[in-house]
């Protein structure tokens, strides 16, 4: 699609609005927006980093709006509501605003909190519960178009744009028969639901275990079922012992080296190296991860190398699509575990050292206003 915005442009405080016309071509046909905002800087995704992004974007002098699918942070409120982070909360925190908690480690809750906080600190533009359907345009032109919970379309345009859009939507799924029953499910939330049922938990990460382990504690009869040889090496420290105990004390049956061969309303099918197994089942807990949208980066234009890897300069964060940069945990391709809070939360500012090169604020670009009238001569006495 060609883009092309040719007319007058005026700075409206915090985006730059076209007050005439701005054309563009699309599908063919030439179109004109009027008084729509251009953005600097549109950052897909309002979790952690590209809160992140923007903040940086701002601090930078841009202006900048996100968009995302959800609520702000969606994933992280969409994450067991009893979890408590990995990391000390110093470790999570953005826009140089401090984090405090008077635990080790912050809650879901906490980290909820936190975010919000400071996306109001920075009075964030937020777009919330519009998923984005489509790119189109090129650097310094994008358009993007969105979609609301009311099957409403909106449309923004952009100079440059930042892909942060997480792993948390798209699970890794098991691909045997059976699971698309709705016993089936790739989110664990909390145990109640589970008292005096049959539970297998697929996995043996941090996930897995600590889903298994709080569905024990609250009444649930758990089997975990693991493809490889046994509780993975690096499960948290205070979690792995924990989980060792309860296999080993028969209080969690675990099967490793084993996979669901099938899932049926009442049983699962088991293939384990003593032979198959039938296990009376009421839910399938698949704790085997998740990964970015492909398909997404795809039809941006991005480059996947292998491992699913975007295109991307590690400087800069510019993906192969000139004016698209790339941040979070989606730089990582399938391999998620190799980016998270911690270190994703520098790439706004990784983005933004480049912005700086290559953009000027749009007020640095705007055609000067006509001089204004002369005053009329009573206002001007008084003057
Ligand atoms: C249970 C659990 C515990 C974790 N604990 C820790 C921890 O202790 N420490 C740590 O550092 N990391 C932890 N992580 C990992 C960490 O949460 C993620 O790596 C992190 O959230 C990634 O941040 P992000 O901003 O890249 O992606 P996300 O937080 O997933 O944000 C992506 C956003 O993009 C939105 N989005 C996606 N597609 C679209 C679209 N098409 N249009 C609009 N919006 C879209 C989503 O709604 C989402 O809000 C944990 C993860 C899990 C699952």
């Known amino acids: 699609m060609n883009f092309c915005l040719n007319s007058r442009w005026l700075c409206s405080g915090s985006t730059t609005k076209v007050t005439n016309s701005a054309w563009f071509r699309y599908n063919g046909v030439l179109n004109c927006l009027i008084g729509q905002d251009i953005f600097d800087v549109l950052v897909i995704g309002a979790g952690p980093t590209g809160l992140a992004c923007a903040i940086e974007a701002r601090r930078a002098g841009f202006t900048a709006v996100n968009l995302d699918k959800g609520c702000l942070v969606n994933s992280l409120c969409h994450y067991p509501v009893n979890m408590t982070f990995f990391t000390t909360p110093e470790l999570l925190e953005i826009g140089d605003i401090p984090f405090t908690t008077s635990n080790q480690k912050p809650s879901r809750l906490e980290a909820l909190e936190y975010y919000r906080k400071v996306a109001a600190h920075y009075s964030l533009d937020v777009r919330q519960y519009q998923a984005v359907g489509s790119i189109e345009g090129c650097d310094g032109e994008f358009r993007v178009t969105t979609r609301d919970r009311y099957d409403g379309g ?147 234009g991005i480059e996947l190398g292998p491992e699913c890897r975007p295109a991307c300069n590690s400087e800069t964060l510019e993906s192969n699509v000139p004016g698209i940069y790339l941040a979070g945990v989606i730089i990582a391709g399938v391999r998620t575990g190799e980016i998270f809070i911690e270190n994703g939360r520098f790439h706004g500012a990784q983005i933004a050292g480049d912005l700086k090169r290559k953009l000027r604020p749009h007020v640095a670009t705007l055609q000067p206003e006509p001089a204004p009238p002369p005053r009329p001569a009573h206002l001007q006495s008084a003057e």
């Not at 029953?181 to 996930?207: A, C, M, Q, W």
């Not at 009869?221 to 420290?237: F, S, W």
């Not at 309860?246 to 099967?255: C, D, F, M, S």
């Open 154 to 300: 909106h449309e923004y345009a952009a100079r440059k744009l930042v892909i942060a859009t997480g792993f948390y939507d798209r699970p890794n799924l098991l691909k045997v028969p059976g699971e698309d029953l709705p016993k089936v499910l790739h989110y664990y939330n909390e145990p109640h639901p589970y008292f005096d049922t049959d539970v297998i938990v697929v996995g043996g990460r941090n996930s897995a275990a600590i889903a298994a382990l709080e569905l024990w504690r609250h009444g649930a009869r758990v089997t975990l079922v693991h493809r490889g040889p046994g509780i993975h090496e690096r499960v948290k420290y205070w979690i792995r012992p924990d989980i060792l105990n309860r296999i080993k004390n028969g209080e969690v049956k675990a099967y490793f080296n084993s996979a669901i061969q099938a899932i049926t309303p009442a049983e699962v099918l088991l293939h384990t190296p003593q032979g198959d197994a039938t296990l009376k089942n009421d839910f399938v807990l698949a704790m085997t991860g998740y990964h970015p949208d492909f398909d997404f980066l795809r039809r941006a």
